[in-house]
């Protein structure tokens, strides 16, 4: 590379006018200057706009972190009506926290200053700043391990795969601001691959022990992994937007590798840093060696935080979906 | 409290002799010290000390980022030997790392500011500046895989737990350092939450696609789920050791306050902070209002490298156990 | 507190609609939502619209990190302009490269992984993503070491406080998007406490080994002290948004205590944390223990990019000045 | 590169004997494994040793963060005294907490979980787990503002430098454990590029207003630079060990780019990360590109506490020193 290839764009200094400006505008603004988060946020907005217009690309939307509960649920349930994501990858304890809203709970704005001990004893759970009662956890106990024996019955007692189950349980709510419920309504996949480790595993403990059928309610560990593999393998192009990291993304790069030659978009959203080893933080060139995301697809990494990237993203998101395409 | 409360002990700095010092007398003076990291270190290998000491405690260890190739293979499988911890609870992938250099695998010394696409083609796979080949990672398919038809047929195609599945595959190996072959000789509990999300889930794959038997080899999801709720339930103490966090953690946590009024001791090495909310960064305050942590639990958080933090405590353990005890 | 003053509020979840939406619509949900990051954010804005309407209010803007180079140079020139802040401490690197374009130099768009030794024989200086040229210093370093002479006359060689000397250079600038001029045509204190460790150190030094004059321009290293005292000391009450940390940070603080009974509002950005003990990272609560920052005052600590969220807070900002107060 | 040259070497995974482990010999178990945080520290310990003993090499020590306060006081004044370090650059208000220690106060270990009010009212000031007392602080004032005058007189009213007024301190001591006695009595280098923004800053204010004499003692920002420069300048070879960043590293860099050909050795302790563009981030690839570093030198940067790293380097080393050279 000659010298004047590094040396072809200026950074353009932001100016935020005194008037109002929409998200995108200011998304605009972050482009052209290009640099540090801001670039990487712009450039993330480009890569989703992308996968998204993209009619032969799957894209996979990956949830960890407690986002759900912090304010995002109903951003995810409508990406998913919209059908601006074809598949779903997330941590069981989002979906708890989702559906303890479906059957009637709630959660609180708290604080991450807070006698901690005085919250246990009035049976508040706490979640950073999130508050969250037992009441509600026991409503979603009771609620959910009813569904059970009838879904049981309902398969024939036929092992499940996770978002075979996770359909089972959205065909039964009500609630159309439900992640579930609108998973289920348009047949978008949604997968939970450490379904076990979250309300999910206590609930089925406590149904298993007064289940009234001895043919227990089965899910199957492995069943969902032929699924996601198909999905892959039918998919002329794959899309990834991580929000945080953990087993959801990696579920979604392995099976991006393993069924097809990788990732063509990716974005991902977190905090987590490549030092330490772990997969949440390692970077996207590192995925080029596993071949999990292309060499030349189209990827960023922001660093930083879920709640305040991903909305920006998704607003830009849709001011640009509703102008004609790039 | 009054202001002489707050004022009890000085800081003592640290004096690094020129002559020859252990281990746990560098953990001695951190203790001495007694701020920061330091003095969370040496808080760290108190609380550890007691809790191996403890002998109606059950020791969790759990097991996050790819500490197992990065080099605390034998670290890990020489406490389950010594049963200095009684059951661990791990990353899938941390035992696929383990089985890569069972199966005769190896991990390598690199670097992370390597070409990733020259690896690809190479087919070197990286995690940080660890590398590792594909053909390891065959050797291992084709290995394991073997061996889901006859553990499915020795176990009656009966759906199994992950831990029963990890002890049927340590018994099938040979290599006295691996962690799994040490599970199965000690008989400790090693879980996999998450046991699809990793290699095990494609080697699954491959298995079922050519499978001698209709019958094909089952995990459960949910069937480890009353097994660690009952070694919770029956023990009278608990004790917890994080390396990292993730889906490991959760666990632990989760069993800890439901068959159990949460854990007596606690001790969590990680990065992760939290402001974002995600669990493997929650502090062990915010456990509190759950019940999942004791509020009169001896407990720490080590905001550091699992990799450097965890050997020296380690070696602090294994020095105090050589003398009598506190 | 009783157990219902914990549940007062919900989590109201965003709805990012499909029209267009402003960026002070986006942190009303992100206020309404309430958590995590968003929670911050929406709470940065409030208490910056607050401190920039309190007529009795000085407002410190401290700015530390590359911000200036990486795009945020107009927007901060644009907030002395306006008067929208009383008060700029800086790291002086900042102000070099306010300088460096002044002068008619570049930053370029760049990118952090690339061979840095090809930028070295390049003679082009890396910062993170960004790019500087030695030409573009080489130009600042003329530009200045000239002006240094004419300084000192004017002044009669008496030594300067940081703030006088950064007027004194404003006084000869022409480029009307630098922060340098706009501070001296406002007369707003621009202080640089580490003026020594930047570019400036350097010039000096260059300026020193030729100057005319035997009596040389002299910067006082304490002499800026008793302005910033006398400011803080003559208000009724202080603000201060930190950018990023460090010596602005504790300079701002330390005034504020020592002359006055601590901030009434603060914001701070930054992604340092509070473990390892140093200022960037300490909460603000800590700083209630110093006096520092007066427990009743408005605060909040947003851990996040600086160039995406304060774009995002003067935004905000604007879209709300344009409206009727609160 | 060929394939075999990324394969040359496995990890070797650390065993911890049962019996007394050296901390040297524990970091040689991190050097064979030889991965993340373990291998990091291992190399920074290699390169330590290595500048140490380079009898051509002048070695730099930055300081930033509270660390003195937290325990490494004696750990630093021993490296001076023994001259292990050439030349030493910290914040300010790491000497500030050296004299109030020498002045007789004290620091005491206290915790980060605490109510900042009640100690607000009880005059304690905490350092994230450390407490230290008001009244320390005004025997600090009260005794150094004292020695103000006699500088000033001493030294015929003339500007000093950071350095020389840090001797000039030192020689009125009597505390052996002092960093500023010990740099004193060995003629080290003690620069404090930012000395006005600290309790300095306000003990000048004092002075200034009470003094004896109209000449007052008088701290030039810039005179310094010349002496560092030529420090650099006339050294074979330049090494530098920075404990958390900040000020001291851009100091020490800045110098070793501009006065010689940049640097030979560098170890970097830190929590900072790159991409938010802040110099303490910075990776030691960016220095390359500015020639701060040599693209040859033996450097690394290990991400983690410095008062859990810094004592294992030094540790090592000794053990190191007393054997014979590598």
């Avoid at 994501?85 to 604080?111: C, P, Q, R, W």
């Amino acid at each position: 590379m000659k010298r004047e290839d590094f040396l072809r764009e200026y950074v353009s200094h932001m100016k935020i006018e005194s008037t109002t400006m929409t998200v995108n505008q200011l998304i605009q603004k972050f482009d052209a200057a290009g640099c540090f988060g801001a670039g990487r946020v712009a450039t993330a907005c480009d890569i989703f706009e992308k996968m998204v217009r993209d009619k032969n690309c799957t894209v996979f939307l990956t949830v960890a972190g407690a986002i759900v509960p912090a304010g995002l649920r109903t951003v995810i349930a409508d990406l998913i009506r919209k059908r601006r994501v074809d598949v779903v990858v997330s941590t069981a304890a989002n979906m708890v926290h989702d559906l303890i809203e479906a059957f009637g709970g709630h959660h609180y704005k708290g604080h991450w200053l807070v006698d901690d001990f005085t919250l246990y004893k009035y049976h508040i759970y706490r979640i950073y700043d999130i508050f969250v009662t037992e009441e509600d956890y026991l409503k979603l106990d009771a609620g959910l391990s009813d569904m059970f024996d009838e879904i049981a019955r309902d398969n024939n007692n036929q092992p499940l795969a996770t978002h075979e189950f996770v359909w089972e349980i959205g065909k039964r709510l009500k609630d159309p601001n439900s992640i579930v419920r609108a998973a289920y309504e348009t047949k978008t996949p949604l997968f939970l691959p450490a379904i076990r480790d979250s309300e999910f595993g206590f609930i089925y403990w406590l149904y298993q022990q007064r289940a009234k059928s001895k043919q227990l309610l089965q899910v199957d560990a492995f069943k969902e992994v032929s699924e996601i593999m198909n999905i892959a393998s039918n998919s002329d192009r794959l899309g990834m937007v991580v929000l945080g990291g953990g087993v959801p993304r990696n579920t979604v790069q392995h099976a991006a590798v393993t069924a097809k030659r990788g990732l063509d978009y990716a974005v991902i959203i977190t905090m987590d840093r490549p030092e330490t080893g772990g997969l949440s933080g390692s970077t996207l060139e590192e995925t080029i060696s596993w071949g999990k995301v292309k060499r030349t697809a189209e990827k960023v990494m922001v660093i930083g935080d879920v709640l305040i990237v991903f909305p920006l993203m998704v607003a830009s998101l849709e001011e640009r979906l509703n102008k004609k395409p790039l």
